[in-house]
């Protein structure tokens, strides 16, 4: 049985499992209305998620026919069951920016020449991917989506939700708040308990430097209780945020610090990189490798677009940090950029 609690009045979480995956699990959340509810976010396309998420929306009484299904980004744990509990008349939305890439994806092997280029070692991650349902990211199973803005409300009972752009763990991640109630549904994009993953293999953009100016942007709304897509509940957002910054910042530091006298790839610098995992770096699963190699990457297009790191490309990419002289914005090591 999943854990179903009413957060506020008409408002739910539905706890849903992520079965082998570091996350444990997803809030799905549901806005119970009288015509009509909202359903933010699914869950993986698993069984098990399926069934949770099922058994949830039964001790509900939310018919999935009478259901519109909002999903926060184009992650697998978040938008993986939106098709199986879509029904005639149900429409999926998802933000305009995410959209595009969702359209656009065909498949990981579009990742390989690049993450090989940075050290990944390819062939380890094609098996890892072929074996690890977390990784799964399947057309057949992607649904139609509807694009949505900024600004856009949903009336949902006496709830009016707005969409809130918030770039950075996905290119149009989006949350939703509702300014009354001061609640914040706000997917990965601020988390309670661990850090979002902010990572990059997409050329051209400059994901942390979104990250940290959507923290700023959310940092201005009025909120009294955030409803984050994983974890535990938490109240006091600007603080939280607070903590978010500093980290980014520390991390900053730190890979200016690695890089201060040696080239590396992005997957050398990941492994000698400060991680909250268990274990060391040689007994991870590659697929942990993986997203630790793309946070890096975040971090060092964030500095070689402040001018404090410089690029090598030959048979591998590598990274090291600028001179003080030859630095464009004199990056100084002080906790903030």
């Given at each position: 049985m999943p854990v179903v609690d009413e957060v506020l009045p008409e408002l739910f979480r539905i706890e849903v499992p992520l079965p082998e995956n570091p996350l444990r699990s997803i809030n799905v959340y549901v806005a119970r209305g009288v015509e009509r509810s909202l359903i933010v976010d699914t869950g993986m396309n698993r069984a098990e998620c399926r069934a949770a998420l099922s058994?949830?929306?039964?001790?509900?009484g939310i018919d999935a026919g009478c259901a519109d299904i909002f999903v926060t980004h184009l992650h697998a744990d978040h938008i993986g069951l939106a098709k199986a509990f879509a029904r005639p008349g149900t429409t999926v939305f998802l933000s305009r920016t995410d959209r595009v890439w969702l359209e656009a994806w065909t498949g990981w092997e579009a990742f390989f020449p690049l993450a090989e280029a940075h050290g990944v070692?390819?062939?380890?991650l094609k098996a890892e991917i072929a074996s690890n349902p977390s990784l799964a990211f399947e057309r057949e199973w992607l649904p139609e989506v509807s694009p949505v803005d900024e600004g856009r409300v949903f009336a949902v009972g006496d709830y009016r939700f707005e969409c809130v752009e918030t770039p950075g763990h996905?290119?149009?991640h989006m949350c939703l708040y509702e300014p009354r109630a001061k609640v914040l549904l706000s997917g990965d994009h601020i988390l309670g308990d661990i850090s979002p993953n902010i990572t990059t293999w997409l050329p051209g953009r400059n994901p942390l430097k979104e990250y940290l100016?959507?923290?700023?942007?959310?940092?201005?709304?009025?909120?009294?209780?955030v409803l984050p897509g994983h974890r535990r509940l938490f109240r006091d957002h600007r603080a939280r945020i607070a903590e978010l910054q500093v980290h980014h910042w520390a991390r900053l530091d730190e890979v200016l610090a690695l890089l201060s006298r040696r080239f590396l790839t992005a997957f050398e610098l990941a492994s000698e990189m400060t991680w909250d995992l268990k274990g060391s770096w040689a007994s991870w699963p590659l697929a942990q490798k993986w997203f630790a190699t793309g946070e890096a990457m975040a971090h060092l297009v964030y500095l070689e677009a402040e001018g404090a790191v410089v690029r090598d490309d030959g048979d591998r990419i590598v990274f090291s940090r600028c001179s003080p002289s030859a630095c464009a914005r004199g990056w100084v090591e002080s906790g903030t950029p």
């Open positions: 058994q949830g929306l039964r001790t509900l070692p390819v062939p380890e996905t290119p149009g100016d959507s923290l700023e942007k959310a940092s201005h709304l009025e909120v009294d209780l």
